[in-house]
């Protein structure tokens, strides 16, 4: 008769490592593996599990090296014990940074034989751990405004209503902290959804997030614009209007795809700098009525010239908004910001220029007249479409 072997683990993240193991510790004889329970991942790693444990039950049944497998009923580190104890295994396996004192005085108080595998690769393959997948793996999107900044503020939409208009992005490139791409909303969201936003109502899913973000208890006092959360929780091209009042009058969402690969093929950002500590971009702010017509005007311009595909009126829409918000909030250009704009607007190709968020760092989001006249150091933007 072939002898029990058992492995334990979350298997949230269930990766070609996790099988390759499952292949190894097979070899000792018929593999039996205990999976934590939602709870016990929330309890003991502090965030909820990307698949539910029946998910995470079906997917390791389903490894052909698996005999069986088993929700543990225990909690913390060590909570196979009572699964060990049921199904009374000859060996217990571990990979070698799984393995510990106290596991190995468990097995000998028990007589289950303790191996430790080293934690190799299936030949050709790349090595893999759940930990770096969570640090390079997260699908949480991030936003970038392209007019109306501000305009969520009903301290601005108070002198004029309008539109503000966002895309949100695919993280194909590293989303820095404090440079204007949402990341104080992405890292609320984070919070609630590690990994990856839940399938639901896109528009029902920002407020959610909105409203999570502006607790009321929130001692600061600041509301975060609503743009943050509709920019990064509804994919594509996306406008909402704003008069005076926290959340929008209304949404608007366009998904063509020659759109969307239109805006792909003309727009790429440049890293500058995270805004520094301390600083302050309402500083010395000057809104009037007719400096928010103008920014409200813009964003209507820039709209209607993205979807006629027209380079020239989007170009100079995007322009007239960002002097539109410098125009209200002067110390949005901090020290150092006027040099990006007038070395990349020099560029041959570039034809407009603005900072995402509320700006004083972070990157330069340029209008280009193709992807061909993007700057060396451009990253170029992938929007998220419709099931993404």
Not at 90 to 109: A, Q
Not at 149 to 170: H, M, N, R
Request: charged share 25%; proline share 6%; glycine share 8%.
């Amino acid at each position: 008769m072939a002898k029990k072997v058992f492995v334990s683990g979350c298997y949230d993240l269930l990766h070609s490592g996790h099988v390759e193991f499952f292949r190894q510790a097979s070899a000792y004889g018929d593999l039996y593996v205990g999976i934590g329970s939602d709870a016990t991942i929330l309890d003991y790693k502090h965030h909820k599990t990307v698949y539910s444990e029946q998910e995470r039950l079906f997917m390791v049944k389903s490894i052909r090296y698996v005999k069986d497998a088993f929700i543990n009923a225990g909690s913390g580190v060590m909570d196979f014990v009572p699964t060990v104890d049921f199904l009374k295994p000859d060996i217990l396996v571990v990979n070698e940074d799984g393995g510990s004192e106290e596991k190995k005085r468990f097995c000998e108080e028990r007589g289950i034989e303790y191996v430790v595998l080293s934690r190799d690769p299936h030949e050709g393959l790349e090595a893999r751990s759940s930990t770096s997948l969570k640090k390079v793996g997260s699908r949480i999107p991030t936003r970038l405004d392209l007019a109306g900044t501000w305009i969520d503020q009903p301290y601005v939409s108070c002198f004029a209503p309008g539109w503000a208009i966002t895309i949100s992005l695919e993280p194909t490139f590293e989303v820095r902290e404090r440079c204007g791409l949402s990341t104080s909303t992405r890292n609320v969201i984070k919070k609630i959804w590690p990994y990856q936003l839940p399938n639901m109502d896109p528009e029902m899913l920002a407020k959610l997030v909105f409203c999570f973000e502006n607790d009321p208890e929130r001692s600061d006092g600041i509301v975060s614009g609503a743009q943050d959360s509709i920019g990064i929780c509804v994919p594509g091209l996306c406008r909402h209007y704003y008069d005076n009042r926290f959340w929008p009058d209304k949404i608007e969402t366009c998904y063509d795809e020659n759109v969307l690969s239109w805006l792909e093929e003309h727009l790429c950002m440049i890293p500058m700098f995270p805004r520094r500590p301390g600083c302050s971009v309402v500083a010395g702010k000057d809104i009037t009525e007719a400096k928010v017509r103008a920014l409200a005007s813009a964003a209507e311009r820039c709209w209607d010239a993205i979807l006629a595909r027209d380079l020239d009126a989007f170009a100079g829409a995007y322009r007239a908004s960002f002097e539109a918000q410098v125009a209200m909030f002067p110390a949005m250009i901090q020290p150092g910001v006027q040099e990006y704009i007038d070395m990349y607007s020099a560029q041959p190709g570039v034809l407009a220029w603005k900072m995402p968020g509320a700006g004083g760092g972070g990157y330069l989001a340029l209008v280009c007249a193709s992807r061909s006249a993007f700057p060396p150091a451009a990253i170029p933007l992938t929007i998220r479409r419709p099931g993404m």
